[in-house]
């Protein structure tokens, strides 16, 4: 069944906004870490933000001070807010839970930054 899904992608204008979110049918949502990753054309997988079952984050260089990523484990919610995107942010952007319980993914949601 599925256990991770993705929303709020679209077509942006470098420099706007979008918020993605990350719905879950996990049970015991809240021991999960749960990341965001993305993946545009010809390149690998990279993970964006993570957000850890404490509540703890990090995130890769080229994001930080413009995306933030958050939780709210009763709504079983994941977000990635995005500010002042770039054309490079352009990708397909995935959620992952990682926990003792096992891994799952999302199917995805394109973004695409472009004037």
């Known amino acids: 069944q599925v256990q991770l899904v993705e929303s709020g992608g679209g077509l942006v204008q470098p420099g706007g906004s979008l918020r993605l979110s990350c719905a879950a049918s996990l049970r015991f949502f809240s021991i999960y870490a749960v990341a965001w990753y993305r993946q545009a054309p010809r390149k690998q997988r990279e993970l964006v933000a993570r957000?850890?079952?404490?509540?703890?984050?990090n995130y890769v260089g080229s994001v930080k001070g413009r995306f933030t990523i958050s939780r709210d484990n009763a709504e079983k919610m994941v977000y990635l807010q995005m500010n002042s995107l770039k054309p490079e942010d352009t990708a397909v952007y995935y959620c992952?839970?990682?926990?003792?319980?096992?891994?799952?993914w999302g199917q995805g949601t394109q973004v695409t930054v472009s004037s």
């Open positions: 992952q839970a990682d926990g003792s319980p096992g891994t799952h």
């Open positions: 957000i850890t079952s404490g509540g703890s984050t």
